[in-house]
């Protein structure tokens, strides 16, 4: 994967350089961002710490370009959830370590989102603040099992895997797996997409 990289820090340059292994990295100013041809499977590191809010709105104008990550020195769920919202794919800690960030980037090709479990659920109860899907979902054509049904039905409602297993009386590992079983019945990759699946099909 082809990975540029936005910031005025040479020492946040010369880390991410380092621990993009062996991902092709190059280091661009944003004014050079209309000279080059991004392709799906580039990521565009944006260092927000090092930016103005006029080259941050810049930078959200080519969401559909190139995979934009955000990386703050002291990341919050209210920024996170903002650049989430305006187009980044992800949202992470500026000082994160290699192999996290190989994770970051296995998540992103696959077009998944990366950000916080927090920042998950506030965009989760956001989207459902907005929708009435969870009093019109249809789970039918899911054929999905009694115990998978009970937990989407409080899933939906922007519920951690924590208070679903405390509702259910049942593990959080336990929940884990009807969750990602109920990911795969449904074709999503993860809570947002299903919650914006079950939106747009009732």
Known sequence: MNLYIITARENVELRWTDISAQNKTKNIATSELSEIEFTTDCCLLVHIDSLSKDQITLLCTYWDKVNLIGFSDNPND???????????????NTFVTQSIFE???????????????SIVQKMLKRLLQQSDVEHSINLA????SDRET????????GASNKEIGRK???????????VSSILQKTETTDRVSLIIKLKDSK
């Open 78 to 92: 209210t920024q996170g959830i903002e650049l989430l919202l305006r187009g980044f794919k992800g949202y992470i």
């Open 103 to 117: 994770q970051l980037l296995i998540c992103i090709a696959k077009g998944d989102i990366w950000a916080g479990t």
């Open 141 to 144: 054509p899911y054929k999905l």
């Open 150 to 157: 009970q937990t989407i039905e409080i899933l939906i409602k």
């Open 168 to 178: 259910l009386g049942i593990t959080e590992r336990t929940v884990k797996a009807h």
